[in-house]
């Protein structure tokens, strides 16, 4: 029995979050379904489908993951059942050859897994877990190369378990192998170390693996079973989400423990316990779709934040001073009625206020165009009161995916967009008040008559105007460097009159894939300039309008002596300047909290007189790895900050120079 007992239909993505080589893909394909119950297969699947993103920490994940259902048409119902195990001694003929009775113990369910891999590799070629539902009731699943389940009772918890083993190395965290009171030879486990994140032989504090988890007031071991010989039957102690060191695991009585008293991976319909929770999202969050945020404050008691949803639709939400406009005293929104063409699944966004009554959002579209909506405070110009719409009549070239999008209004009736194309050019159009001066008036044009080197793929595209008559811009390229060119409006220095170039003589470190770039111009004769390195570090340089202090006259440089934790891959990074001899930078780190470190001109305060730190004492979340940071001081004296969170949410901090107010004097909170 084998692939000559039926045939593959076809694949259907069923979760659609983002290219293949972007997102965690899952397959899942049925095996002992027949032609005429391809249908209920297909409901099968999308039941597991539904139970998985009912299911923390999976909520908060879904947008890293695609699901691909993929139709196999048995000659039979069903699958393999031996009598040696207790079974009906059916043998039906199926495509994997799903059988019961794996090792002798019948619950152990498994298919012919070269069959299975190979069949998912022909069909997704980028697969990153295989999932066969067997159309049987009886109770079985294993997890091996290949997750394994079966439509009993409670088939999906079936399923998450499984998958749990296949997908995240989790261990069995029960007690027993055939069952309590049945095995004689499970008393103690090896005095060997496991492999698996959730069981381990060591309950010392000081030394155990998931330590950092557990509370100064919990006992280590938490239980001990009293009777090696048996399974431990005492009730849980201590509160049902606390983290200790529960003795009885990894099939073994005794001297060897589990996190938490239940888990998903010890009892059916349990949540999975904190220590598996982190190893599903150290899995997924890389995967996440980059969810860049921007913010803007458009008078010093306003902020507006925006953000691409994963509906491909730009959302936003407002706080404002005055009682009653808080951010939870009304609802987040789309800043659109229609959507004729969604946002792309990583597109940058940014915002400009250019006047305190004005707001100007622009992303790119899944077309390759950039697109753009406004908002004004006058009666019949809000949001809702016209369409979005691309910033240009023709594209010569598409947005490249991913790209970041740049905006900034260098005198309050005057905007300009940068972005990156697919031919690796950064491109610009503009938008003035005067007539004749709008964005169809004109064509998108790339900002330099050459680029020696390319925008590097996914490139963030930052812009500053240090006066109403100067434009500089920046990105990342090819070769692992910072570059830019620069436009001012005396005549012979338009973008064409001279060539883009790297912002250092040399990057002792190259720019991390994906990292952020961010600029400020603390005084209208003063640039910095900051970035991710591969090395986990921010690093900087600066320019200066005095003589001296060009881009070449001093090196790159990390802005800390050390840092704690990595920066994490493709991090976006903010920086801000809320006094002219003051700044503040941010970007998230690989734990997931979002780190800065800050300079002052005064004696004593520079780069490397304090050290780095998370933003926040506690972080109920963690912040997706490939998250925009974006940062705003509404006043001289005080900070925003915002970054997206794996659960989907848009989160912040602030701080404020009043006593009480610092950073770690109140909590993080979502919008």
């Not at 079985?140 to 409670?154: C, D, E, I, K």
């Not at 004296?637 to 006593?659: E, I, M, P, Y």
């Amino acid at each position: 029995m084998g692939t000559g007992d039926g045939a593959v239909i076809g694949t259907t993505k069923i979760v659609d979050n983002g290219p293949a080589n972007a997102r965690w893909n899952l397959v899942i394909m049925g095996d002992g379904y027949r032609a005429t119950e391809l249908g209920q297969f297909a409901a099968n699947a999308q039941s597991f489908v539904t139970t998985l993103f009912a299911t923390a920490p999976f909520t908060g994940l879904r947008p890293a993951i695609n699901v691909y259902r993929m139709d196999v048409r048995s000659s039979d119902s069903g699958a393999d059942d031996p009598t040696a195990c207790g079974g009906t001694g059916a043998a039906p003929a199926t495509y994997f050859d799903a059988a019961f009775c794996h090792n002798g113990t019948r619950r152990l369910l498994t298919v012919n897994t070269g069959t299975a891999l190979a069949v998912a590799g022909q069909q997704v070629p980028q697969w990153n877990m295989v999932m066969v539902i067997v159309n049987s009731t009886v109770y079985g699943g294993s997890g091996g190369s290949v997750a394994v389940f079966s439509l009993a009772p409670n088939a999906n918890e079936i399923g998450l378990h499984e998958m749990g083993h296949t997908a995240f190395g989790l261990a069995d965290e029960y007690e027993y192998y055939l069952g309590c009171g049945v095995d004689t030879n499970r008393n103690t486990h090896p005095a060997v170390e496991p492999a698996q994140p959730n069981v381990t032989i060591d309950p010392n504090r000081a030394t155990n693996k998931w330590r950092d988890l557990v509370a100064p007031a919990t006992a280590m071991p938490t239980t001990r079973n009293p009777n090696c010989a048996l399974c431990d039957t005492q009730p849980n102690p201590v509160g049902a989400a606390t983290v200790g060191a529960f003795e009885g695991a990894d099939y073994y009585h005794c001297a060897a423990f589990r996190p938490q008293y239940n888990c998903r991976m010890r009892v059916l319909g349990q949540p999975f316990c904190a220590v598996c929770q982190r190893r599903i999202r150290q899995t997924l969050l890389p995967r996440l779709p980059a969810n860049r945020v921007t913010s803007v404050a458009r008078t010093s008691g306003h902020l507006d934040v925006f953000w691409v949803n994963s509906d491909g639709k730009v959302w936003s939400n407002w706080w404002d001073q005055q009682a009653g406009n808080s951010w939870g005293d009304h609802g987040a929104f789309p800043i659109a009625r229609d959507w004729p063409v969604p946002a792309a699944h990583d597109t940058g966004v940014t915002s400009v206020a250019r006047t305190s009554g004005h707001l100007d959002v622009f992303w790119a579209g899944t077309d390759g165009k950039v697109w753009s909506n406004w908002w004004d405070q006058n009666a019949g110009a809000g949001w809702y009161d016209h369409g979005a719409f691309p910033i240009a009549r023709e594209f010569p070239v598409p947005a490249a995916p991913g790209t970041g999008i740049a905006s900034v209004a260098r005198t309050s009736g005057h905007l300009d967009v940068f972005w990156a194309g697919t031919d690796g050019k950064i491109w610009s159009n503009w938008w003035d008040q005067n007539a004749g001066a709008g964005w169809y008036d004109h064509g998108a044009f790339p900002i330099a008559r050459d680029f020696p080197v390319q925008a590097a793929p996914g490139t963030a595209v930052t812009s500053v105007a240090r006066t109403s008559g100067h434009l500089d811009v920046f990105w990342a390229g090819t070769d692992g460097k910072i570059w830019s060119n620069w436009w001012d409006q005396a005549t012979g220095n338009g973008w064409y009159d001279h060539g883009a170039f790297p912002i250092a003589a040399r990057f002792p470190v190259p720019v991390a894939p994906g990292s952020g770039v961010a600029a400020v111009a603390r005084t209208s004769g003063h640039l910095d300039v900051f970035w991710a390195g591969t090395d986990g570090k921010i690093w900087s340089n600066w320019w200066d309008q005095a003589t001296g202090n060009g881009w070449y006259d001093h090196g790159a440089f990390p802005i800390a002596a050390s840092f704690p934790v990595p920066a994490a891959p493709g991090t976006g990074v903010a920086a801000v300047a809320r006094t002219s001899g003051h700044l503040d930078v941010f970007w998230v780190g690989t734990d997931g909290k979002v780190w800065s470190a800050w300079w002052d001109q005064i004696a004593g305060m520079g780069w490397y007189d304090h050290g780095v730190f998370p933003i926040a004492a506690q972080w109920p979340v963690p912040a997706v790895p490939g998250s925009g940071v974006t940062a705003v001081a509404r006043t001289s004296g005080h900070l925003d900050v915002f970054w997206a969170g794996s659960n989907g949410r848009v989160w912040s901090a602030w701080w404020d120079q009043q006593a009480g107010n610092g950073w770690y004097d109140h909590g993080v909170f979502s919008i």
